[in-house]
């Protein structure tokens, strides 16, 4: 699956990865119950930042913080600021288990990318599955569209997708350049602060339901879900080819939406389970295809 050495190990981590990121977007979505989005996604990922500090701080001669400092901002904006902030945000307008459906729509835009900026492979058999993916998407946005009437859920749904694939590409463009762990111990430290900041001004800071509820679920998204989540997914996306991990976490949502269907009582739509039949087979076609010119090549 990747340039690692040792293929069981990325799997396992990618097993793990997937494990992390289904279960949390019901938790999330239940947490964001007590506190506004903003603040919700920024003390999450300011707290994993930290985590994160002081487990690196041994590398700091690694940080380059003078020489590398434009960088580790324009990631934080991608990958934390509007990934993070769009996507806290937009659980608010849409059921947790469609709105993960929708940024995982992510992919698909993560494939076209890579193969325009990191000269990935586009062939037939891809662009055909990254079309039927396309569709997949739209079935999906109908059921919010229609069931839900949040048009700004799903716009918001595709933006965090839009901004998520670009920051991956943009990291991993940078991964020879750039130590990956720092990357992401100062786009979550830049990224968690600023949304801190943004939300302390525009949101009320009085609408904080500090309860159980919600310390739990900002230890698991300040433990798993953001610190370990973030360094296992760009040390895969850095060590393989982008758009087939990518394509990989295409069963995040499936996770999500069972997880959501059985704890918060979501519906699952004809629509929607149509539209994840062929979201899924669309990152079957490309992660296929990948297989099929890796056993060429060899």
Do not use: C
């Not at 193969?115 to 062939?123: C, G, K």
């Not at 762990?181 to 800071?205: A, C, D, T």
Request: aromatic share 12%; hydrophobic share 55%; proline share 2%.
């Amino acid at each position: 699956m990747t340039e690692s050495k040792n293929p069981l190990v990325s799997y396992l981590l990618l097993a793990l990865l997937i494990i992390i990121w289904g279960v949390s977007w019901p938790i999330y979505k239940h947490g964001v119950n007590f506190m506004p989005p903003l603040l919700f996604a920024g003390i999450r990922s300011f707290i994993a930042g930290i985590i994160l500090l002081t487990l690196a701080w041994k590398m700091r001669h690694l940080l380059k913080f003078k020489e590398h400092w434009k960088f580790y901002v324009i990631s934080a904006i991608l990958n934390n600021i509007l990934y993070l902030g769009l996507q806290t945000v937009g659980m608010v307008y849409l059921p947790g288990g469609l709105f993960s459906v929708l940024v995982y729509f992510q992919p698909v835009i993560l494939g076209i990318l890579s193969w325009w900026l990191l000269n990935e492979d586009m062939t037939v058999t891809k662009i055909f599955g990254l079309v039927l993916g396309f569709i997949g998407i739209v079935l999906v946005s109908i059921d919010g569209l229609i069931i839900h009437l949040s048009a700004i859920g799903v716009a918001l749904a595709l933006a965090t997708a839009l901004s998520w694939a670009s920051g991956v590409v943009f990291v991993k463009k940078l991964k020879s350049r750039v130590d990956f762990y720092w990357m992401v111990v100062m786009q979550l430290i830049l990224g968690g602060g600023s949304l801190l900041v943004l939300g302390y001004f525009l949101e009320n800071i009085n609408a904080i339901v500090w309860n159980i509820d919600l310390i739990s679920t900002i230890i698991w998204g300040g433990t798993a879900g953001m610190a370990a989540g973030q360094v296992i997914y760009f040390k895969l996306m850095n060590e393989g080819e982008a758009s087939k991990v990518g394509s990989y976490t295409f069963l995040v949502p499936i996770i999500s939406v069972v997880v959501s269907a059985i704890f918060l009582n979501e519906a699952i739509t004809k629509n929607l389970f149509i539209g994840m039949i062929l979201v899924g087979s669309s990152i079957y076609l490309v992660n296929k295809q990948i297989e099929k010119t890796k056993t060429l090549e060899e």
